[in-house]
Nanobody, 123 residues
């Protein structure tokens, strides 16, 4: 059984940084593309970032491009989301997801999901 567990969320002030981590168990990471989504209170879950299984390609939503960086360590079965210059509008539950497909921007592209970690950015 594939399991994803996120960590690293918390409460920070605007302009600060957080680094989210996602550990994958039950399957080798080398066969999976990884993505991060977020869901703010009262809103639908939205795509944040994705990285191909080799790490050679990355994708970002326009709202986080230039501020967030997705990465992965296949040897450790880990994926990361470095979030810099955080804004109050980044406040949300952040979800790690894994995909066996070659498209990464939609929720339906992903086969496995974590439980989420909360990020709160105060102004």
């Amino acid at each position: 059984q594939v399991r994803l567990v996120e960590s690293g969320g918390g409460l920070v002030q605007a302009g600060e940084s957080l680094n989210l981590s996602c550990v994958v168990s039950g399957r080798t990471l080398t066969s999976l593309a990884m993505g991060w989504f977020r869901q703010a209170p009262g809103k639908e879950r939205e795509f944040v970032a994705a990285i191909s299984w080799t790490g050679g390609r990355t994708y970002y939503s326009d709202s986080v491009k230039g501020r967030f960086t997705i990465s992965r360590d296949n040897d450790k079965n880990m994926a990361y989301l470095q979030m810099d210059s955080l804004k109050p509008e980044d406040t949300a539950d952040y979800y790690c997801a894994a995909s066996v497909r070659s498209t990464y921007r939609e929720e339906s592209d992903y086969n496995f999901w974590g439980q989420g970690t909360q990020v709160t950015v105060s102004s």
